[in-house]
T-cell receptor, first 110, second 113 residues
Framework: DGGITQSPKYLFRKEGQNVTLSCEQN?????MYWYRQDPGQGLRLIYY???????QKGDIAEGYSVSREKKESFPLTVTSAQKNPTAFYLCASSQGPGAFFGQGTRLTVV | KQEVTQIPAALSVPEGENLVLNCSFT??????LQWFRQDPGKGLTSLLL?????REQTSGRLNASLDKSSGRSTLYIAASQPGDSATYLCAVSRTGGSYIPTFGRGTSLIVHP
């Protein structure tokens, strides 16, 4: 069953910690994306990758880092430099027109 | 920079009504436009994708139109049902290269019995 899997579904972070959100796809898509969603803000692009071993900053990349060592995986690390990380994070992939999304990870700072 | 606006922000209607959700964008040089549905706490489900060369797409009770010259798209929902209650988002992509969606803030729809 092809799709995008994000894990975990819920994640809690203490102040000053780095946490990593997982995104895996078995759609054989070249491009992958990370978005952040806040209430009333819509989706904002954090990072995107068009091909393995290459990625670009989006509109709100500060405090985040990514890697793309494998085609099927695009993990997002929320670093301690991100001062307001509490949000819903969505991963997507595409191959040509149209994007497919995972079910999201809700990150909360405690 | 592309900006996407969705109107209205929220909508509450009785079951059975026909609905129109609006999406406008500032840069008409788009590659395609995609409508999504999002249920609370969930990811996005693609509803309809309109390529820049197309004028509309239909799927069941849903019809989406695209007018690039005016920078507008509409999502028409016929005979609304309570199960249609969700947030509807539109996303437009840049021309050429890879698909990098820019999203509107969405329309929150409630269809009550």
């Amino acid at each position: 069953d092809g799709g995008i899997t994000q894990s975990p579904k819920y994640l809690f972070r203490k102040e000053g910690q780095n946490v990593t959100l997982s995104c895996e796809q078995n759609l054989n898509h070249d491009a992958m994306y990370w978005y952040r969603q806040d209430p009333g803000q819509g989706l904002r692009l954090i990072y995107y990758s068009q091909i393995v071993n290459d990625f670009q900053k989006g509109d709100i990349a500060e405090g985040y880092s990514v890697s793309r060592e494998k085609k099927e995986s695009f993990p997002l690390t929320v670093t301690s430099a991100q001062k307001n990380p509490t949000a819903f994070y969505l991963c997507a992939s595409s191959q040509g027109p149209g994007a497919f999304f995972g079910q999201g990870t809700r990150l909360t700072v405690v | 920079k592309q900006e996407v606006t969705q109107i209205p922000a929220a909508l509450s209607v009785p079951e059975g009504e026909n609905l129109v959700l609006n999406c406008s964008f500032t840069d008409s040089a788009i590659y395609n436009l995609q409508w999504f549905r999002q249920d609370p706490g969930k990811g996005l489900t693609s509803l309809l994708l309109i390529q820049s060369s197309q004028r509309e797409q239909t799927s069941g009770r849903l019809n989406a139109s695209l007018d690039k010259s005016s920078g507008r798209s509409t999502l028409y929902i016929a005979a609304s049902q309570p199960g249609d209650s969700a947030t509807y988002l539109c996303a437009v992509s840049r021309t050429g290269g890879s698909y990098i969606p820019t999203f509107g803030r969405g329309t929150s729809l409630i269809v009550h019995p």
